[in-house]
């Protein structure tokens, strides 16, 4: 397993001097989070592609900007702009197979009156079939107060889809809404492909690692245990630390310790 640091992490770093101040530390693996829309344009791609081939760092994965606009774009009931956004997440689909990376990471829909559960799935599996078309996998992630955000929801979801869903399963979202990372771990399974990591304690839920009481060694030995084989990202807010040396000397003692 590889242990890596998401470009998120650095915000509101400009997304390419991120990637590259990461690459720069001798990360060997990274996850891009795009900002703004003009950075799905392909000179800007080109760009991540070469910070990408010159210091031969690995992107597991990318996660779109679209995260505030998915509950209107994708999850009502209007189809000319779920259209549109598929049309987005095609293109998303496109970016990551050439920075070779596998999956595509989604925050999802909000709870809302024009859309219930099974609505919301079959929408996930349209979207999952567009990333997949140009060879990458979606990845419905847990975040507090989204659709995905409670642990019933992501086993409804997994029994319903099948085959059709994967998860990214971020530790401090578990934590935010109120249920065990390992419980997700034991339910999901082989169906979790990626993971974002931070520490915590009794007063904050994100920090990075080894600041807190989250017991890293064995959360990662549990998620192998249940059939997970993927790697993993350091994926904390910029308030969580002080200089950036603080994120890659933590980063360092994890891939240590493990």
Same mark, same amino acid.
């Given at each position: 397993? +590889? *242990?890596?640091?998401?470009?998120?992490?650095?915000?509101p770093m400009y997304t390419e001097q991120a990637f590259k101040t990461i690459a720069e530390h001798a990360v060997e693996l990274t996850e891009i989070f795009f900002n703004a829309n003009c950075e799905l344009q392909s000179p800007f791609i080109k760009e991540l592609c070469d910070i990408k081939n010159q210091y031969e760092i690995t992107v597991s994965s990318i996660h779109p900007t679209m995260s505030l606009a998915e509950s209107f774009m994708l999850f009502s009931n209007y189809d000319r702009r779920f259209c549109e956004g598929l049309e987005i997440y095609k293109r998303y689909g496109c970016i990551a197979a050439e920075l070779g990376a596998k999956y595509v990471i989604m925050h999802g829909g909000? !709870?809302?009156?024009?859309? @219930? @559960?099974y609505g919301y799935f079959d929408r996930f599996a349209k979207v999952a079939e567009a990333v997949k078309s140009n060879g990458a996998t979606l990845l419905?992630?847990?975040? #507090?107060?989204?659709?995905a955000g409670n642990i019933d929801t992501l086993a409804q979801m997994s029994d319903y889809l099948g085959d059709n869903v994967n998860f990214c399963l971020d530790v401090k979202q578990s934590i935010r809404g109120g249920y065990s990372p390992y419980d997700v771990l034991k339910i999901l399974g082989s169906k979790i492909k990626h993971l974002h990591?931070?520490?915590?304690?009794? +007063?904050?839920?994100? /920090? *990075?690692? &080894?600041?807190?009481?989250?017991?890293f060694k064995d959360f990662l030995t549990t998620a192998k245990e249940c059939g997970y084989t993927g790697d993993a990202v350091v994926e904390v807010y910029r308030n969580a630390y002080?200089? !950036?040396?603080? &994120?890659?000397? #933590?980063? +360092? +003692?994890?891939? @240590? *310790? /493990?």
């Open positions: 397993m +590889k *242990i890596g640091i998401s470009t998120s992490c650095l915000y909000k !709870p809302n009156g024009t859309m @219930d @559960d419905q992630e847990n975040v #507090a107060l989204f659709r990591l931070s520490d915590s304690n009794e +007063k904050y839920d994100c /920090m *990075i690692p &080894l600041s807190g009481n989250f017991d002080g200089e !950036p040396e603080e &994120l890659f000397t #933590a980063h +360092k +003692k994890l891939i @240590d *310790i /493990m």
